[in-house]
């Protein structure tokens, strides 16, 4: 009889990618248990599961089973190299994505072709968790293969692009997301770009001020404790009560100076909101600068200083271009939060795409909180993925 040390010994020796092994058990578990689809006869009535096999066509369903065939061979040890197990990962996992979103948008146009007009196809638990599982697969491999950023912004366009067509050509028309987008679609791009706008106007001052603290903290021992004390505690304060502590002080100010509040300080608004991102976007600026700063070699400035570099040109020329990488890796912690947190500023009358989400609660209207949701998903990850790549440009080459 086998022992379950040696049974482990030899599943770890089959294996060469556990990551894999498990997304695709938990790909395969969600298929067979979850809802891959949801069918109700209008916006508000609780909608009738579809399971993935009653949503799929025969060639969909065939499809889907090949690329789940290619992707356990490719997590295997023997049966593929592992430059080939690889390719075979990046390009079954794409695949199957783009099968597994064609196969919601054509269930959605057959289904409803003999329907009512108010009825409604929405996505299942199911879809979701193969989406992400496919998603995961791919950047795990690309991390595994090391995979420099021009293979990495390849492969993200390549996605991205495919993706793009099917929203263009109108292949998910009849999904319940998009019939609500329909009804908004003059507003959308309007919360979207105050969004950006919020995002954008609260990096700037963070930046501004959370560079300049970062290298007075790397100066002083004592000025460091102190400031990063006081920044600790703005990020205990959780989002939506700092939003409303700055409702009243800024309504007073606004209110005893008018022109400020012709420029825009008042209580509700922009200006709560970007004053609260920033606040919370300092600690990461600070710490990520501080500790850029305290990576660079001593042995290296003091061969700058021994070349005759003033204390700003050791600063400007030597530590600031060594500690760029860690820099720009707290400016991509900052926008992803700043997106994430932006979304709560619609509570404060900020605007963004939290409008929906909470226009979406308010009507008890799943999809409509999903349209506020996914683009702000979207919005993070795309912003995640170029910074994280300008981080890989900015480090020295011997590095990359």
């Known amino acids: 009889m086998t022992s379950p040390a040696v049974s482990t010994f030899g599943a770890g020796r089959l294996l060469a990618n556990r990551v894999l092994v498990t997304l695709l ?34 060639w ?5 089973l090949v690329l789940t065939v290619m992707l356990g061979l490719a997590a295997l040890q023997r049966p593929l190299s592992r430059r080939l197990a690889h390719g075979v990962t990046l390009t079954a996992s794409l695949a199957l994505l783009l099968i597994t979103l064609y196969a919601l948008g054509d269930y959605a146009q057959r289904t409803l072709a003999e329907r009512s007009p108010s009825a409604r196809v929405s996505q299942g638990a199911a879809f979701w968790v193969i989406v992400f599982c496919c998603a995961l697969a791919a950047i795990d491999t690309l991390q595994r293969h090391a995979s420099g950023w021009i293979t990495r912004l390849g492969y993200a366009a390549l996605a991205g692009g495919a993706v793009a067509f099917l929203l263009a050509s109108g292949h998910f028309r009849d999904l319940s ?33 959370g560079v300049p603290l970062g290298l007075l903290a790397h100066r002083s021992a004592r000025v460091r404790g102190t400031l990063f004390s006081v920044l600790n505690v703005f990020q205990t304060i959780p989002s939506i009560a700092l939003f409303a502590l700055l409702v009243a002080p800024l309504s007073a100010l606004g209110n005893a100076f008018p022109f400020l509040a012709e420029l825009g300080i008042k209580g509700i608004g922009a ?3 970007i004053i609260a991102l920033v606040m919370y976007a300092l600690l990461p600026v600070v710490r990520n600068t501080h500790a850029g700063l305290k990576g660079v070699p001593p042995a290296t400035v003091e061969a700058a200083r021994g070349m005759g570099m003033t204390r700003r040109q050791v600063l400007w020329r030597v530590e600031i271009p060594l500690a760029l990488p860690v820099m720009l890796s707290g400016l991509r912690i900052v926008t992803v939060q700043a997106i994430g947190l932006t979304v ?16 979406g609660l308010g009507q008890y209207a799943i999809d409509l909180v999903l349209l506020g949701a996914i683009p702000t998903i979207v919005l993070a990850v795309i912003a995640d993925f170029m910074l994280q790549m300008l981080v890989a440009l900015s480090q020295p080459a011997g590095t990359r």
């Open 25 to 58: 058990i938990a790909g395969l578990a969600a298929a067979w248990l979850l809802p891959f689809a949801s069918m109700s006869p209008n916006r508000l009535a609780s909608g009738q599961s579809v399971a993935l096999g009653g949503a799929l066509t025969i």
């Open 60 to 64: 969909q369903a065939a499809g889907m």
């Open 177 to 209: 997301i998009m019939r609500e987008y329909a009804n908004i679609r003059d507003t959308f791009s309007d919360q979207l770009l105050t969004h950006l706008g919020l995002v954008g106007a609260a990096l700037g001052p963070a930046l501004a001020i």
């Open 271 to 273: 200006a709560p909101a």
């Open 344 to 359: 709560v500023a619609a509570l404060i009358g900020a605007g963004g795409l939290g409008a929906f989400i909470f226009q």
